[in-house]
């Protein structure tokens, strides 16, 4: 069965400084997709960025962007210039390439951001 | 931007009760998933749904929970007879079609808050 993995429970990183989300996650299929989620206090849960497998290159999505390492089933999150409203808990999730769209997203535990002024 | 809608924001049953939460997904989509989060814990799928059919369920989806689509729009999770531990947020998510192995995401609405008293 997948896992995903996030060992960081809180993270901290002042306004306009840099700040890396960490993720692995554990899989014998070679065809997936990864996603970070974003989830403020409001509560919904927001598409931040994915990744697909099958891709060398990195995602990047403005201030986002991963550093996908799929040989050490790594996927973690780097965000640029932090901003106060990139306070929230992050989510990474995986899900499985074949199958079609039906697919579950599995998620990891989440880490808490916070951002100082 | 199309949004998945959810209702009611918050919902509160006795214990016993039966409960429907609604949801709207995006018009064009046609895969649609439910996921639940007990406070402080991580989001773990639900179901999955496709052509009027249950495409996946996990362990959590047992007897007492029921989906449907009623009509065209919307988009029902049923729990017969709910219990304590029932009380979480639910998510309603939906993905556009995309063809065998094509990773669209799924975008959540905003969340039901159940609590069961």
Same mark, same amino acid.
């Given at each position: !069965?997948? %896992? @995903? +993995?996030? =060992?960081?429970?809180?993270?901290?990183?002042?306004? !306009?400084? %840099? @700040? +890396?989300? =960490?993720?692995?996650?554990?899989?014998?299929?070679?065809?997936?997709?990864?996603?970070?989620?974003?989830?403020?206090?409001?509560?919904?849960?927001?598409?931040?960025?994915?990744?697909?497998?099958?891709?060398?290159?990195?995602?990047?999505?403005?201030?986002?962007?991963?550093?996908?390492?799929?040989?050490?089933?790594?996927?973690?999150?780097?965000?640029?210039?932090?901003?106060?409203?990139?306070?929230?808990?992050?989510?990474?999730?995986?899900?499985?390439?074949?199958?079609?769209?039906?697919?579950?997203?599995?998620?990891?535990?989440?880490?808490?951001?916070?951002?100082?002024? | 931007?199309?949004?998945?809608?959810?209702?009611?924001?918050?919902?509160?049953?006795?214990?016993?009760?039966?409960?429907?939460?609604?949801?709207?997904?995006?018009?064009?989509?046609?895969?649609?998933?439910?996921?639940?989060?007990?406070?402080?814990?991580?989001?773990?799928?639900?179901?999955?749904?496709?052509?009027?059919?249950?495409?996946?369920?996990?362990?959590?989806?047992?007897?007492?929970?029921?989906?449907?689509?009623?009509?065209?729009?919307?988009?029902?999770?049923?729990?017969?007879?709910?219990?304590?531990?029932?009380?979480?947020?639910?998510?309603?998510?939906?993905?556009?079609?995309?063809?065998?192995?094509?990773?669209?995401?799924?975008?959540?609405?905003?969340?039901?808050?159940?609590?069961?008293?």
């Amino acid at each position: !069965a997948q %896992t @995903v +993995t996030q =060992s960081q429970p809180e993270m901290s990183v002042q306004e !306009a400084e %840099t @700040v +890396t989300l =960490s993720c692995t996650y554990d899989t014998s299929e070679s065809d997936y997709y990864l996603f970070w989620y974003k989830q403020p206090p409001s509560r919904q849960m927001i598409l931040v960025i994915r990744q697909e497998a099958y891709k060398q290159q990195n995602a990047t999505e403005n201030r986002f962007s991963v550093n996908f390492q799929k040989a050490a089933k790594s996927f973690s999150l780097k965000i640029s210039d932090s901003q106060l409203g990139d306070a929230a808990m992050y989510f990474c999730a995986y899900r499985r390439g074949y199958g079609g769209a039906t697919n579950k997203l599995i998620f990891g535990t989440g880490t808490l951001l916070a951002v100082q002024p | 931007e199309p949004e998945v809608t959810q209702t009611p924001s918050h919902q509160v049953t006795q214990m016993g009760q039966e409960v429907i939460l609604r949801c709207v997904p995006i018009s064009n989509h046609l895969y649609f998933y439910w996921y639940r989060q007990i406070l402080g814990q991580k989001v773990e799928f639900l179901v999955s749904f496709y052509n009027n059919e249950i495409s996946e369920k996990s362990e959590i989806f047992d007897d007492q929970f029921s989906v449907e689509r009623p009509d065209g729009s919307n988009f029902t999770l049923k729990i017969r007879s709910t219990k304590l531990e029932d009380s979480a947020m639910y998510f309603c998510a939906s993905s556009e079609p995309g063809g065998q192995g094509v990773g669209q995401p799924q975008h959540f609405g905003d969340g039901t808050r159940l609590s069961i008293l």
